[in-house]
């Protein structure tokens, strides 16, 4: 079965730092590009950061640049979420999701995990 | 960067009903690379149709998806009561970057 289970969110305080896991299973990792989305409580969804197969390109929304970091480890089929200077605004779920070239869409998506900022 | 605006915000509606959802972008965007997802409460959303007018594996023919330029749109034929939920559409942009509408909800009348 084709899965992407995310891990590692929880409550932090502003300024501080967080990194979330999405272990993938069923597909090959490797082969595709992948993602993470967020979605504040009670929004709609927002594209996060994209990471290229080998892991040699990555783009981020403005929002994020230059406090978050996606990187990946092939060998261990796992895609990471580097998140630094937290804020307020950074809370919500996020979700690992693969990006398939072929149809050019978020074509699998993990459960969600949710990330709060707050004192 | 391409902003997609979807209308109506909210949807009343009976089931089999048609339910017809829009998705405008304020500038052209590949028929390709745009696409419609569902998502229920306290699910993960789910695609529905790439391409435009793809659907997805396992998604039943009373979902479609026409449109190109900046106007496109999702059609649900006779609603069933599964169907109620929030619907997203999404575009990949050539700058490479992933932009989502605000979603529109498709609730019980």
């Known amino acids: 079965e084709v899965q992407l289970v995310e891990s590692g969110g929880g409550l932090v305080q502003p300024g501080g730092s967080l990194r979330l896991s999405c272990a993938a299973s069923g597909f090959t990792f490797s082969s595709y590009w992948m993602s993470w989305v967020r979605q504040a409580p009670g929004k709609g969804l927002e594209w996060v950061a994209n990471?290229?197969?080998?892991?040699?390109?990555?783009y981020y929304v403005d929002s994020v640049k230059g406090r978050f970091t996606i990187s990946r480890d092939n060998a261990k089929n796992s895609l990471y979420l580097q998140m630094n200077s937290l804020r307020a605004e950074d809370t919500a779920v996020y979700y690992c999701?693969?990006?398939?070239?072929?149809?050019?869409?978020?074509?699998?998506w993990g459960q969600g995990t949710m990330v709060t900022v707050s004192s | 960067e391409i902003v997609l605006t979807q209308s109506p915000g909210t949807l009343s509606l009976s089931p089999g009903e048609r339910a017809t959802l829009s998705c405008r972008a304020s500038?052209?965007?590949?028929?390709?690379?745009l696409a419609w997802y569902q998502q229920k409460p306290g699910q993960a959303p789910r695609l529905l149709i790439y391409g435009a007018s793809s659907r997805a594996t396992g998604i039943p023919d009373r979902f479609s998806g026409s449109g190109s330029g900046t106007d496109f749109t999702l059609t649900i034929s006779r609603l069933e009561p599964e169907d109620f939920a929030v619907y997203y559409c999404q575009q990949y942009g050539s700058s490479q970057t992933w932009t989502f509408g605000q979603g529109t909800k498709v609730e019980i009348k």
């Open positions: 999701a693969r990006w398939s070239r072929g149809r050019r869409a978020f074509d699998i």
């Open positions: 990471i290229k197969q080998d892991g040699s390109e990555k």
């Open positions: 500038q052209s965007v590949s028929s390709s690379y």
